[in-house]
């Protein structure tokens, strides 16, 4: 799923999301600022080799529609294969009720929409217990018991 | 107004009956002459030409306005209306009896 | 069986909760029917042809007592009072409202049951061997890796939106009951030649209108890696699994398009690329969950054979039932015994509110308090003492399911067909009545023996025709429906596709078809051989000959 002779440049955000959206952050459940360039990708991308995003800040993943669950495995990926340890934020088609998806895979941000910002805070917190036990999920069953 | 072209309907002349599910009890509804919805099939209404179109509008209202879903038109052809689905739906129920529930059988603790 | 703490618990309730919510956005609007048809069928709710639909999971199959009268309680208060099994072992209720489904959701998670994930693109229940644990064959008890597995996939953030739907089964017994050829990933445990004991994991088999064998992964996966492994698996199928495509997005047509060599090198790189960052299970977290599948503790049972003879000769029905439903248990003096949910007059695998609580109070007093749910469509109770059995008859004689018909001709397989679902081109619950009715000497059925007959409404093979002796196809002819016959299909360790033999037939012709196929194989075959093995033997020209007359 790497390919190592892939060219890599950054492009600015700005093209790719509505001028209304808001920048949901999946940790706080808050609404910060937009950064300005990262690497865009797609659900269909393959995964970046990690030296070719060493310096890179900010990736952001761009869902066609939200049943397209490739974006939840090239997050993941890109977080624990790879060791991207920027700001990953989802784009394009994502509903509320895939925040904790998103948050669990290594999404820190999502693009929203601002009527729905109260659907994804309360998201978010919709369900307290996983059964995996993914890196820094107090919310795991093995972490509960441990 | 009617075009017959090779002895067959034009689209417009097609007799149709709308069709959906309410959305909050899945019951299955027919709109009526007067456009509103009814769980009885006798009282379904034939809508064709501009009427047809207005009957449509009137069921895409209730769609927007998450009164109905899974709303689709059931052709009076003859062939669609009598196939086997349109004939069950229209019944409103299975062909087959599921079992009977005896209720008088009480077994304690319940 | 698994006893829910708090943190499971936790678990059901928050789902529930978060349900009601989203049936309140989507009633008022905040969310379309196209976002939210994935999440409601994510708990188990479909729209089919005269109502809603709840698929209830009955994880691997295992119900205790109290669950199953809950589940009836159900049926009688937001249904018809009736309930149908299913065969990936879940219950489903034909006539739910919307409005009321978070109440049900609440209500299930009350007895620590649910509807999480029995629909939708992800991974459904995980189903096993209805005797496992009960099993005198089995290398090891399966239930435990099915917990295990049903808690990794449940809510699984990665793979929520999958291609396609991902079945998963587990078997653990020298004869395959649980049908993992024809499962997106099969699990058959194993032992090694230095006695370990792992999975023999297979992948891509399937149903539906490519059917398909799976085909050998790895022959030898230690158990301490199942849960990493198929993680690595499924991340493969969800990056590469086509989205084009419905009728192409299942992971059989993946492997197959790759070659299985291919497949296996991408998630055997994946699977090193992955580890320590996948979910293999800490031995304490392992030790715990098995630890409630330990052997029941059996009081000694005294010895039966005598009252079982004398019993046999006074009651023509018992005597038939012992020699068709019982199973050996790994404990001599113990049973496993089938509850027969066919019958003519009644839907294959229905049973109603009141059938559910006298097997519930059947199961307390000669079970463990515990029932499984087949993959045909009936209802197992394991650990009978054999002395026990002649009460244990008689008390299901009493609720009216005494029929003697595991494995039989009359042991159908019926999907609720275009009775009940949007999907259907047929009937197959009118039909599978009138074979009964055609078949309805138990005589006959008895002498015919093991005869597996499967009858699906629509392609997607819900019943698993493909792997019956006799499978039936309804497809929709010019508005009329027909149905197709195959043979030949085996749903075993020597799983096969059944070949279809020739023109579909009306629906008034069938019974007379299967009477012809069943004489056909009644005049050819040899002493005690089954009519599986006599196709195979003497092929289908035979049957074909027999049906349209080409000999």
Request: net charge neutral; glycine share 8%; proline share 4%.
């Given at each position: 799923m790497v390919?190592?002779?892939m060219m890599i440049g950054e492009q600015t955000l700005a093209g790719r999301v509505e001028s209304s959206q808001l920048l949901f952050d999946l940790a706080t459940a808050g609404c910060v600022a937009w950064p300005v360039s990262g690497l865009c990708l797609v659900t269909d991308s393959i995964a970046p080799a990690s030296k070719q995003i060493a310096r890179i800040d900010t990736i952001s993943i761009e869902f066609p529609v939200f049943s397209d669950g490739r974006g939840f495995t090239l997050g993941r990926c890109l977080r624990t294969e790879i060791g991207f340890t920027g700001a990953l934020i989802a784009l394009g088609h994502i509903?509320?009720?895939?925040?904790?998806?998103?948050?669990?895979?290594?999404?820190?941000h999502a693009a929203i929409k601002p009527e729905q910002l109260a659907q994804w805070q309360t998201a978010l917190n919709a369900i307290t217990i996983y059964y995996q036990h993914m890196p820094a999920s107090a919310r795991s069953r093995q972490a509960k018991t441990h | 107004m009617t075009e017959r072209r090779d002895g067959f309907m034009t689209d417009f002349e097609t007799k149709v009956v709308l069709t959906a599910n309410r959305l909050d009890d899945g019951v299955v509804i027919w709109m009526t002459a007067d456009y509103r919805w009814t769980r009885d099939r006798a009282e379904a209404a034939e809508f064709t030409g501009d009427l047809r179109?207005?009957?449509?509008?009137?069921?895409?209202?209730?769609?927007?306005?998450?009164?109905?879903?899974?709303?689709?038109?059931?052709?009076?052809?003859?062939?669609?209306?009598?196939?086997?689905?349109e004939m069950i739906r229209a019944a409103g129920g299975p062909s087959v009896t599921p079992p009977i529930d005896r209720q008088h059988d009480h077994h304690g603790g319940d | 069986m698994y006893q829910y703490d708090r943190l499971d618990r936790q678990l059901l309730n928050s789902r529930s909760a978060q349900f009601r919510d989203q049936v309140a956005r989507r009633l008022d609007g905040r969310l379309t029917e196209d976002e939210f048809k994935p999440l409601r069928l994510q708990n188990g709710l479909y729209l089919q042809l005269h109502a809603y639909m709840l698929r209830v999971a009955i994880p691997y199959g295992v119900l205790s007592s109290l669950q199953l009268r809950g589940l009836a309680q159900i049926a009688r208060e937001f249904d018809r009072g009736f309930g149908h099994f299913t065969t990936r072992q879940n219950i489903q209720f034909n006539w739910i409202k919307l409005v009321d489904a978070p109440d049900i959701l609440d209500r299930l998670a009350s007895f620590d049951l649910h509807a999480i994930q029995t629909s939708g693109n992800c991974i459904r229940n995980t189903t096993t061997d209805p005797l496992a644990g009960a099993a005198h064959d089995e290398i090891a008890n399966p239930l435990g890796w099915c917990e295990i597995i049903r808690q990794w996939s449940t809510l699984h953030p990665e793979f929520a939106f999958l291609p396609r739907k991902f079945k998963i089964a587990v078997s653990a017994g020298a004869t395959d009951r649980a049908a993992t050829a024809f499962h997106d990933i099969g699990l058959r445990m194993v032992k090694n030649s230095s006695g370990e004991i792992g999975f023999w994991v297979l992948v891509g088999g399937g149903q539906g209108r490519t059917p398909r064998i799976a085909q050998t992964l790895t022959p030898f996966l230690p158990t301490r890696h199942l849960?990493?492994?198929l993680e690595a698996i499924l991340r493969v199928y969800n990056a590469a699994g086509r989205r084009d495509n419905l009728h192409k997005a299942r992971i059989k047509i993946l492997v197959e398009s790759m070659g299985i060599s291919e497949f296996a090198e991408l998630v055997n790189t994946q699977w090193l690329n992955m580890q320590g960052s996948a979910h293999d299970l800490p031995?304490?977290?392992?030790a715990r969950i098995l630890a409630h599948f330990e052997p029941p503790s059996l009081r000694p049972a005294a010895d039966a054979g005598e009252s079982i003879r004398r019993y046999r000769l006074q009651d023509r029905g018992f005597d038939r039932w012992i020699g068709q439903n019982l199973h050996p248990h790994w404990h001599p003096g113990y049973v496993s015994a089938t509850v027969s949910l066919k019958q003519n007059g009644r839907p294959p695998g229905d049973a109603s509110a009141a059938e559910m609580i006298a097997l519930a109070d059947i199961a307390d007093t000669y079970g463990r308090g515990e029932l499984r749910v087949t993959y045909t469509q009936n209802i197992i109770i394991p650990h009978i003492a054999r002395q026990d059995l002649p009460k244990f008859y008689a008390d299901l004689v009493a609720a009216g399911l005494g029929g003697a018909e595991d494995g039989l001709i009359g042991d159908?397989?019926?999907?609720?067909?275009?009775?009940?679902?949007?999907?259907?081109?047929?009937?197959?619950?009118?039909?599978?009545?009138r074979i009964f009715t055609h078949f309805k000497d138990p005589d006959l059925r008895q002498e015919i023996g093991r005869l597996r007959l499967n009858i699906s409404g629509c392609i997607n093979a819900c019943a698993h025709h493909h792997a019956a002796d006799i499978g039936i196809l309804g497809v929709n002819k010019k508005g009329v429906e027909h149905f197709q016959i195959s043979l030949g299909g085996a749903a075993g360790e020597d799983a096969a596709i059944g070949k279809i033999i020739g023109p579909s037939f009306a629906e008034a012709d069938v019974p007379a078809a299967i009477g012809g196929l069943v004489h056909t194989?009644?005049?050819?075959r040899h002493e005690g051989e089954l009519f599986a093995d006599c196709i195979r033997r003497i092929g289908h020209d035979p049957f074909r000959d027999a049906l349209y007359g080409t000999g």
């Amino acid at each position: 799923m790497v390919q190592a002779d892939m060219m890599i440049g950054e492009q600015t955000l700005a093209g790719r999301v509505e001028s209304s959206q808001l920048l949901f952050d999946l940790a706080t459940a808050g609404c910060v600022a937009w950064p300005v360039s990262g690497l865009c990708l797609v659900t269909d991308s393959i995964a970046p080799a990690s030296k070719q995003i060493a310096r890179i800040d900010t990736i952001s993943i761009e869902f066609p529609v939200f049943s397209d669950g490739r974006g939840f495995t090239l997050g993941r990926c890109l977080r624990t294969e790879i060791g991207f340890t920027g700001a990953l934020i989802a784009l394009g088609h994502i509903i509320p009720d895939q925040a904790i998806f998103l948050f669990r895979c290594g999404f820190s941000h999502a693009a929203i929409k601002p009527e729905q910002l109260a659907q994804w805070q309360t998201a978010l917190n919709a369900i307290t217990i996983y059964y995996q036990h993914m890196p820094a999920s107090a919310r795991s069953r093995q972490a509960k018991t441990h | 107004m009617t075009e017959r072209r090779d002895g067959f309907m034009t689209d417009f002349e097609t007799k149709v009956v709308l069709t959906a599910n309410r959305l909050d009890d899945g019951v299955v509804i027919w709109m009526t002459a007067d456009y509103r919805w009814t769980r009885d099939r006798a009282e379904a209404a034939e809508f064709t030409g501009d009427l047809r179109a207005m009957a449509m509008a009137q069921a895409d209202a209730d769609l927007a306005a998450d009164q109905i879903t899974a709303l689709y038109e059931v052709k009076i052809d003859g062939i669609q209306n009598l196939s086997a689905r349109e004939m069950i739906r229209a019944a409103g129920g299975p062909s087959v009896t599921p079992p009977i529930d005896r209720q008088h059988d009480h077994h304690g603790g319940d | 069986m698994y006893q829910y703490d708090r943190l499971d618990r936790q678990l059901l309730n928050s789902r529930s909760a978060q349900f009601r919510d989203q049936v309140a956005r989507r009633l008022d609007g905040r969310l379309t029917e196209d976002e939210f048809k994935p999440l409601r069928l994510q708990n188990g709710l479909y729209l089919q042809l005269h109502a809603y639909m709840l698929r209830v999971a009955i994880p691997y199959g295992v119900l205790s007592s109290l669950q199953l009268r809950g589940l009836a309680q159900i049926a009688r208060e937001f249904d018809r009072g009736f309930g149908h099994f299913t065969t990936r072992q879940n219950i489903q209720f034909n006539w739910i409202k919307l409005v009321d489904a978070p109440d049900i959701l609440d209500r299930l998670a009350s007895f620590d049951l649910h509807a999480i994930q029995t629909s939708g693109n992800c991974i459904r229940n995980t189903t096993t061997d209805p005797l496992a644990g009960a099993a005198h064959d089995e290398i090891a008890n399966p239930l435990g890796w099915c917990e295990i597995i049903r808690q990794w996939s449940t809510l699984h953030p990665e793979f929520a939106f999958l291609p396609r739907k991902f079945k998963i089964a587990v078997s653990a017994g020298a004869t395959d009951r649980a049908a993992t050829a024809f499962h997106d990933i099969g699990l058959r445990m194993v032992k090694n030649s230095s006695g370990e004991i792992g999975f023999w994991v297979l992948v891509g088999g399937g149903q539906g209108r490519t059917p398909r064998i799976a085909q050998t992964l790895t022959p030898f996966l230690p158990t301490r890696h199942l849960l990493s492994y198929l993680e690595a698996i499924l991340r493969v199928y969800n990056a590469a699994g086509r989205r084009d495509n419905l009728h192409k997005a299942r992971i059989k047509i993946l492997v197959e398009s790759m070659g299985i060599s291919e497949f296996a090198e991408l998630v055997n790189t994946q699977w090193l690329n992955m580890q320590g960052s996948a979910h293999d299970l800490p031995a304490g977290e392992q030790a715990r969950i098995l630890a409630h599948f330990e052997p029941p503790s059996l009081r000694p049972a005294a010895d039966a054979g005598e009252s079982i003879r004398r019993y046999r000769l006074q009651d023509r029905g018992f005597d038939r039932w012992i020699g068709q439903n019982l199973h050996p248990h790994w404990h001599p003096g113990y049973v496993s015994a089938t509850v027969s949910l066919k019958q003519n007059g009644r839907p294959p695998g229905d049973a109603s509110a009141a059938e559910m609580i006298a097997l519930a109070d059947i199961a307390d007093t000669y079970g463990r308090g515990e029932l499984r749910v087949t993959y045909t469509q009936n209802i197992i109770i394991p650990h009978i003492a054999r002395q026990d059995l002649p009460k244990f008859y008689a008390d299901l004689v009493a609720a009216g399911l005494g029929g003697a018909e595991d494995g039989l001709i009359g042991d159908m397989i019926a999907c609720p067909g275009l009775d009940y679902c949007n999907l259907a081109n047929a009937r197959s619950l009118p039909l599978a009545d009138r074979i009964f009715t055609h078949f309805k000497d138990p005589d006959l059925r008895q002498e015919i023996g093991r005869l597996r007959l499967n009858i699906s409404g629509c392609i997607n093979a819900c019943a698993h025709h493909h792997a019956a002796d006799i499978g039936i196809l309804g497809v929709n002819k010019k508005g009329v429906e027909h149905f197709q016959i195959s043979l030949g299909g085996a749903a075993g360790e020597d799983a096969a596709i059944g070949k279809i033999i020739g023109p579909s037939f009306a629906e008034a012709d069938v019974p007379a078809a299967i009477g012809g196929l069943v004489h056909t194989y009644l005049k050819a075959r040899h002493e005690g051989e089954l009519f599986a093995d006599c196709i195979r033997r003497i092929g289908h020209d035979p049957f074909r000959d027999a049906l349209y007359g080409t000999g």
